[in-house]
T-cell receptor, first 115, second 112 residues
């Protein structure tokens, strides 16, 4: 079991470009969570998805950010028209059930740098 | 989710037991206590969780007070690789859509 796979590990974008971050959950996990960690700050919840559905996006900025978890393939966090303030580490986690009390398995993250 | 309070930082000598406290005085009956840690530049790592009883696994032990208002994570023989930020989180399994909420945690520094 390869664990939660995130790619790319590092992503550099110029202001105004689009960033696409991918997350493949652990095998058998249908629940995906995205978190953002700004430099020198804690982890902030962004969005919770279950296959093909957004369950909770209360932590997502209202504009430019979107997430999906299609029936086939990885979950995608998409940031349009990136700005310098989007520079951060983005972590994805998965679990077999939202009610499961085993906790989440996190990936190694994608470090986004906007220049 | 109930809020937690942790000291911002702690030191521990290598080879000694590291005891990390957490207060969660507003915890409700169905909320579990989870511990995660984040080693610099890595993704958070699940350590242990519990509801009422003390728990032990290959990484750590979790001691929960009888009134459940506080808990202690114990790393029995700390090594330099245990230097990390440790997060204590309380979360119910009864539903709700929100994910784990991370606070500021405790920065544990293991001294050689």
């Amino acid at each position: 079991n390869a664990g939660v796979m995130q790619n790319p590990r590092h992503l550099v974008r110029r202001r105004g470009q689009e960033a696409r971050l991918r997350c493949s959950p652990m095998k058998g996990h249908s629940h995906v969570y995205w978190y953002r960690q700004l430099p020198e700050e804690g982890l902030k919840f962004m969005v919770y998805l279950q296959k093909e559905n957004i369950i909770d996006e209360s932590g997502m900025p209202k504009e430019r950010f979107s997430a999906e978890f299609p029936k086939e393939g990885p979950s995608i966090l998409r940031i349009q028209q990136v700005v310098r303030g989007d520079s951060a580490a983005y972590f994805c986690a998965s679990s077999p059930s939202h009610r499961d009390n085993y906790g989440y398995t996190f990936g190694s993250g994608t470090r986004l740098t906007v220049v | 989710d109930a809020k937690t309070t942790q000291p911002p930082s702690m030191d521990c000598a290598e080879g000694r037991a590291a005891n990390l406290p957490c207060n969660h005085s507003t915890i409700s009956g169905n909320e579990y206590v989870y511990w995660y840690r984040q080693i610099h530049s890595q993704g958070p790592q699940y350590i242990i969780h519990g509801l009422k009883n003390n728990e032990t696994n290959e990484m750590a032990s979790l001691i929960i007070t009888e009134d459940r208002k506080s808990s202690t994570l114990i790393l029995p023989h700390a090594t330099l690789r245990d230097t990390a930020v440790y997060y204590c989180i309380v979360r119910g399994t009864g539903g709700g859509a929100d994910g784990l909420t991370f606070g500021k945690g405790t920065h544990l520094i293991i001294q050689p």
